[in-house]
């Protein structure tokens, strides 16, 4: 071979090599342009997941709303004024938690959502009003006990999400398992400077064999539809979002779930 020859060789090589080389580069881009797409895809989807998880609840008590006031008027025919508007506003709230719901969950995923400071009584009470209808409807009573009503620094809207869907699976398994005289108590004390919400059921408890899994994603048990995510998210919000703790035991006739928050 020439040196000539060798030259062009070399410079044939080259010229193949910056083409390999900017190839690689764009496969490399596009193959990451994937992977961010496609990890956003999955947080989106999480996030639907979600929002499809928060808005049952609330769906369901519209629709018992609605059906109580259909019974009236067609039945019985003595819907009052006072109950009419009655229905009214408990349905503008229930709205609200589902718009806020969307807001929380866009917010889950940002990085600059505000923090507010809230008192726990009114927002344990605003949460179990939207919860109130169905579980009338199931005849589970509801007993709510503030021995201390602490400011709390944090999500108030989150707070209310981990409530219902803790109140929500008592209510479940209460169902489920066909207990008369269901009775969920929600109690807010005090201890060691922090807030304490405990939730108490008398469904029988948590199979033990479950107990290491309640909190796992995609866990469900003895349910016809769950889903398993309602617990898993709950202690997301509150460990990750607000600092707190989330635990669950069984106690005398039932589960116990203790929301422990730090205080503002
Ligand atoms: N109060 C309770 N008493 C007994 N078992 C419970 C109680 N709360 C939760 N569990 C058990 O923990 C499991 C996980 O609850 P989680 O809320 O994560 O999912 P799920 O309720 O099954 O489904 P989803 O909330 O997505 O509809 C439930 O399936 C149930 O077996
Ligand atoms: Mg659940």
Redesign the pocket.
Known sequence: MTKEECKDKINFLESELKALRSFTQKESEQHNKILTQSSKMAAMGEMIGNIA?QWRQPLMELSSILMEAEAKIRISKNLTYNQVLEMIDTSNQILKYMSNTIDDFRNFFATDKEKTKFKISEQIKRTVNILSSTLENKKIQIQIIIQSNPTIYGYQNEYSQVLI?IIS??K??LVQRGIENGIIKVKVYEKDGECITEII?N?G??SEK?MDD?FKPF?????K????????MSKLIVENNMNGRLSAKNVKN??QFLIELPIF
Do not use: C, P, R, W
């Open positions: 998880h869907n699976n008592a479940d398994v059921d469904a408890g948590i479950y309640i866990m469900t048990f003895e349910k539809n769950g889903t398993g995510i309602g617990l898993f039932g589960a």
